[in-house]
């Protein structure tokens, strides 16, 4: 595994990798979630690339970017484990230069769900994820569904700006209780921890209303908030039915539909999705 910190270390390193080259980007604290991406794109891919930044712009004001998990030399030996080709470190002072003022903004599909609680997030993630990709030029990039918006709104830049990128969804990986893995469940003390598992089981009573018939999205999200009031730990900031496509939120009948929500578990703020119907 080589290891770039400067861009123009990355460029150089990337340009001896064979074709077609898979990049995960990330922000580190890897887990099973993270790896199941890298062994996707390691199945795939000719050689792989994972990036760890902590990317500032993505965090609002009032949010976790100093206390976000980090442990790079624990996240390098997992990566050395997987035989990944190349890790990039960059430097924040290399990508965000002072008097840095160019920005990617994928608009209405920012607007919704998480974008309208985390105010500025997905412009950070539109630019950050613009920035890895036109630096590294991967034949494909690999994002989780856990980020469901967004993996969409990635999908989307690479289609509006025309970058030859393939965007891999791919799905989310659970606990053996369902909680859906995500570098902040580091936070949750055992209490919360346990108090977690009903955002999964909020989803999995609405996709089973779902499966019994139910097409109502109204119906749909009072399953959802019926679980989470029966979980006093849990405080919900939101709970919708979207069109997995459009991001618009539902209130008539739906075929398909993603199901998420976002859930405060003490301090913690955890979110979490399904997609119901097929297609
Ligand atoms: O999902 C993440 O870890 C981040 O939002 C990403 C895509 C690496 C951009 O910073």
Redesign the pocket.
């Known amino acids: 595994m080589k290891v770039a910190m400067s861009l123009a270390e990355v460029r150089d390193l990337r340009h001896q990798l064979p074709d077609p080259f898979g990049l995960v ?3 580190g604290f890897l887990h099973e979630g993270h790896l199941s991406l890298v062994r996707r794109a390691k199945s795939e891919c000719g050689s792989v690339g994972v990036s760890i ?1 902590v ?1 500032p712009t ?1 965090f609002g004001p009032e949010e976790d970017l100093e206390d976000y998990p980090r442990d790079v030399e624990r996240d390098m030996l997992m990566l050395e484990d997987e035989k990944i080709d190349l890790l990039w470190t960059p430097m924040a002072e290399e990508l965000y230069p002072p008097g840095y003022q160019t920005w990617v903004t994928v608009e209405s599909l920012s607007q919704p769900l998480e974008g309208a609680h985390r105010l500025g997030h997905f412009r950070g ?1 539109a630019t ?2 613009t920035k890895l990709l036109t630096a590294v030029r991967p034949d494909r990039v690999y994002v989780g569904q856990k ?1 469901a918006q ?1 993996a969409r709104v990635i999908r989307r830049l690479v289609q509006d700006l025309n970058l030859p990128v393939e965007v891999v969804n791919c799905a989310i990986v659970r606990e053996p209780d369902g909680l859906a893995m995500s570098s902040r469940n580091a936070y949750l003390n055992p209490e919360e921890r346990r108090a977690a598992t009903v955002l999964h089981r909020a989803l999995t009573a609405a996709a089973e209303a779902y499966a019994q018939g139910e097409r109502g999205a109204d119906a749909l999200r009072l399953k959802m908030y019926e679980m989470l009031l029966g979980e006093s730990m849990a405080k919900t900031q939101y709970v919708s039915v979207a069109d997995p496509e459009t991001l618009e939120e539902q209130w008539g009948p739906v075929e398909r539909a993603l199901l998420s929500l976002a859930v405060f578990v003490g301090k913690t703020r955890l979110i979490d999705n399904i997609v119901v119907g097929a297609g």
């Open positions: 980007p990330t922000m930044f990317n993505q993630v950050i994820v980020d967004q």
